[in-house]
């Protein structure tokens, strides 16, 4: 099976002065991702905060994307939530706007829960939403959510739900886990959560990354994508490696949010809502640096 | 300093079939738990599958209590959600209704948080909710949320909102934690998550104990309250520590959901919402002998 290769882009969500949803520089955010080679946009991931998030601002800031043009077939916002009801709400509203599918944690509160609960919850979100056109993304992140999505648990969905079940981000960094779900599943678009594995995804028969780092680097992770193959594949992977590694030992999501301040010389995408704390100036000034070396948007 | 050592209980929330909130038995078994001598209620805690309930269901089943003629001076329910916003709503709510205090978990999706972006989410949840009569009971269960609620993390909030931080309910399991945040703010009322613990902190001058297993032993837990430092202590301690055991080793919330079936003789408690599994029929029939044996809620 060959796949498009494509980047999605777990896009920041700004805050104002006082903490509210920056629309504005949202939807601007998101659509300069897209003018620089992103294939599509995983708003409402961790990168986003999408857990400081109330369900009321999701749906508007989905919204306001949509009215300003974005088409929705490229888009596959995160949707998952502690409560199954709360995550019925936001797949039905992603869903009924068009959106290509959601991003969907398990319930992620309670920790060694088992798998059949784990089932169980996707399973009656999706009965829930009761519509066709849902796409489930299953979204592993351990470290976060504590509950894995095992092979097993994969397994299940697709036969119970097949056609719902559309793709995986895998989050835990194990690119051996990443390898053993494509192998099993090949129908399965499979991303990764770092560019450094677009190589070995593609080549495996994945369908590409979702990286928090493309806040930053949509260009040259776009021209990556474009050149795997060839004989500038190299020197690109070295330049999203190399604007990767700016963020290493710093707190990713404030670090991530000065990066694009720097880039767009707009210090109001640095806020970050708590339990983040913005990043002290003198590494910011450090980020500015390193951002300006690698240009624009990795252009 | 001499406290009132009190019993507040974690009370479960019943869901009917169709996995909606259970109005009439969750309103039945709290008005059983207070007539069985608990102190007060802390509704919508971890045991209660709180993270699994949605706002307008949390602020519905307390209405339902206060309605019912609990007094809300008994009642001190979890509102701590990932968000702050949807945090600030339910304290609001509660505040409003007159309950005497809320049980805050920090945001608890993301992990490794600095200790200032918890100070700050705690923060900007009082400053909102802004009503005098807030009073917060910090919510310290680092196994699910991720989020330590340090001495230095008590201290900062304490100074900053005198009167408003009320008490701690420390869910770590480890004593000596315990103990060090009693000696270090004896004005705080600090919980013990375990009745077997009750002796040591009342000694120690904390206030009692928020238990999941209260649900079912009540009265045996008011007991040994009302026992300490009377010759009858030992006898209470034992048959309180005894109802624990039945729970070791089990799924602690479907395992106590199917002990209130049992005492109730009654199965429509024993339903949960998923991420949980309702326990095996051989389990609940093992627990069942086990509470039957204990007598009806520790009578």
Known sequence: MTRTIELYVPAITPFT??????????????????????????????????????????????????????????LIPGTGCPAVGDCVT??????????RGTLVLPPFYYKNVPEDGAFDAYARMIDAVAD???????????????????????????TAFPGIIAGLKDSSGDWENTRAVIDAFPDL????????????????????CISASANVNPAGIRRLID?????SEAACHEQVSAV??????????????????????????ATVRPPFVA????????IKKAVIAAGPQGA
């Open 17 to 74: 002065q006082d903490l509210s949803v920056d629309t504005g520089r949202f939807v601007d955010h998101c659509q300069a991702l897209l003018a620089a080679g992103a294939h599509g946009l995983a708003p409402f991931g961790t990168t986003s905060e999408a857990a400081s998030l109330t369900l009321a601002e999701r749906m508007t800031a989905l919204e306001a994307l949509i009215a300003a043009g974005i088409d929705p077939v490229r």
């Open 90 to 99: 936001l797949s039905k509203h992603a869903t009924e706007l068009g959106c």
């Open 132 to 158: 066709d056109r849902l796409r489930v993304y299953l979204y592993h992140i351990p470290q976060m959510s504590g509950v894995p999505i095992t092979l097993g648990l994969i397994e299940r969905l697709m």
């Open 189 to 208: 678009a499979t991303y990764s959560a770092s560019e450094s594995l677009i190589p070995r995804n593609a080549a495996g028969g994945g369908a590409g």
């Open 227 to 231: 050149a795997l193959g060839t004989e």
């Open 244 to 269: 990767r590694t700016i963020f290493e030992g710093l707190p990713l999501i404030p670090a991530i949010k000065a990066a694009v301040a720097a880039q767009r010389d707009d210090v109001g995408f």
């Open 279 to 286: 990043m002290a100036d003198a590494h910011q000034a450090k």
